[in-house]
């Protein structure tokens, strides 16, 4: 065997300290798959006195990053800090230095990753980012390797475990938004401020980094139309059920007319999708291409074990490439327009509050049919002696006048309140 590889760690939390933990686990078995042995050399924290519980596994600590960047012994710098500053900064520098980098950063990755790739062109180094986007489900290798004959058609996502992990048990357990967020804090799955799990913004992150690798343009957060599971209430999930659907923050890329549409909103999915399957913190993304058909990974969306893994394999396949890359890894080699939203007529959940009366609903169903949308179904759920709860189904439509339609009445005096308006998915994914 030849000699160790050195790897620099920045970040010695969850993702560090399974990378830490794997590659002291299963050290023989990597050497022999990698053609090379692994060992951190050194590992950038804040605070070197927090206890850890790495035991003889725990590399030098250090917190002056310098000490990993301007170590020449150490060709490989793993990311595993998380935000975007410093760790923007610490890549760029590495990748300067001529060093490979690893990262498990959606963030840093899918605002900046041109100026990444230009780095690492520049300098030659590889840049690898496989536990950035659903934890240990590879997709990002297959993306780009696997499925690269392909025309991709759609990409659509579950790619936020803490969201799927409320709706789950929302669904399961008819219990309230922020009952369940105050669960998933507690086991870990959500962050001490989890808006960009609640509000969206995590899962369009990935959803970018996707897309870019999809459809080969640079796709950026600020290109995705964004939005979160906090509308969502515990009848939600009940009337989604009575319907045959379930809820799911969906992210969704896909080709229409040469550009590509970008979104993420909770939807309604038939239980027969493979997207409606996925429960609790899993993650799965649905590939659908030419000629391959529709391709679904699915797996361990967060967590220490699963998120190392993708982590160590990036590891392992530069010390297998052993070479430096002489031409870009970046394969956004086109521009294309990126346009928010899913811009796919669809039908439409909406829940409302009508005014006790006659002739409300046919009010609200006129002012439906005045924006050009029919409804395929309208249901009365519950009175409070002040009103009733509706939930209209509508046939496909376009989002805009649905959206304008239900907000008619809530601001024309007509007393409605909307209360929920989400798309419905009405295929099972395989077409
Ligand atoms: P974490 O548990 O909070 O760990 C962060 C680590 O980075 C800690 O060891 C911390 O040091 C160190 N650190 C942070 N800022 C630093 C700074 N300015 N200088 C020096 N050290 C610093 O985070 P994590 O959950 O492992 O996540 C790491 C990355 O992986 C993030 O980009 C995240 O989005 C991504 N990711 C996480 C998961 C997951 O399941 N957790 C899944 C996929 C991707 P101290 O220990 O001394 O505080
Ligand atoms: N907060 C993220 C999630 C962690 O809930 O999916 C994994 O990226």
């Known amino acids: 065997m030849r000699d160790m590889v050195k790897v620099g760690l920045m970040g010695l939390g969850t993702v560090g300290g399974g990378v ?3 590659l002291a686990k299963n050290r023989v078995e990597i050497a022999q798959r990698a053609g090379e042995g692994i060992e951190i ?52 520098k590495a990748l300067r230095r001529g060093k490979h980098v690893v990262t498990a950063n959606k963030e840093v990755v899918s605002a900046h990753g041109q100026e990444l790739f230009e780095a690492a062109m520049i300098h030659r180094c590889h840049l690898m980012f496989e536990g950035s986007v659903g934890g240990g489900i590879p997709i990002i290798m297959p993306l780009k390797r696997c499925l690269a004959a392909n025309d991709i ?33 507690a086991r870990g799955y959500a962050e001490a401020d989890p808006s960009a799990d609640v509000d969206g913004l995590d899962a369009a992150r990935k959803l970018a980094i996707l897309a870019s690798i999809a459809f080969n343009t640079r796709v950026t957060p600020s290109h995705v139309s964004t939005e979160g599971i906090r509308a969502v209430s515990s009848a939600d999930p009940r009337y989604a059920a009575e319907l045959g659907c379930v809820i799911k923050l969906v992210a969704t890329a896909r080709q229409d007319d040469g550009a590509v549409r970008v979104a993420v909103a909770p939807v309604l999915l038939p239980k027969d999708h493979p997207l409606a399957a996925v429960n609790g913190p899993d993650n799965a993304v649905l590939v659908r291409g030419r000629p391959v ?20 394999g990036d590891i392992m396949e530069i010390v297998r490439q052993r070479t430096r890359p002489d031409k870009s890894q970046c394969t956004c080699f086109t521009t294309k327009e ?44 519950s009175a409070d002696g002040s ?43 395989a077409a």
């Open 41 to 92: 050399a050194m590992a950038l924290v804040r605070d070197p006195a927090k206890a850890r519980g790495l035991d003889g596994a725990i590399p030098r600590l250090t917190t002056d990053p310098e000490e990993i960047l301007a170590d020449k012994s150490i060709g490989i710098v793993v990311e595993t800090m998380g935000g975007e500053e410093p760790a923007l900064t610490y890549i760029k």
């Open 387 to 429: 009103g009733y709860e509706f939930v209209l189904v509508t046939r496909s439509a376009a989002e805009d006048a649905v959206r304008a339609a239900a907000a008619e009445g809530a601001s024309n005096g007509a007393g409605w309140a909307v209360l929920n308006v989400l798309r419905m998915e009405d295929g099972d994914g």
């Open 20 to 22: 830490v933990e794997l």
């Open 153 to 185: 058609d759609e990409v659509s996502a579950v790619i936020n475990g803490t969201t799927n992990y409320i709706l789950t048990e929302m669904t399961a357990k008819g219990k309230d938004f922020a009952e369940v967020l105050r669960e998933a804090q």
């Open 293 to 312: 058909g529709r391709v679904v990974f699915s797996g361990p969306g967060a967590g220490r074990g699963a998120t190392a893994s993708a982590v160590v």
């Open 338 to 381: 990126v346009l928010a939203g899913s811009g796919r007529p669809s039908p439409f959940y909406v829940r409302l509050r009508l005014p006790d009366g006659h002739g409300a609903l046919d009010r609200a169903t006129a002012a439906f049919a005045a924006r050009g949308v029919s409804l395929a179904s309208a249901s009365r759920k």
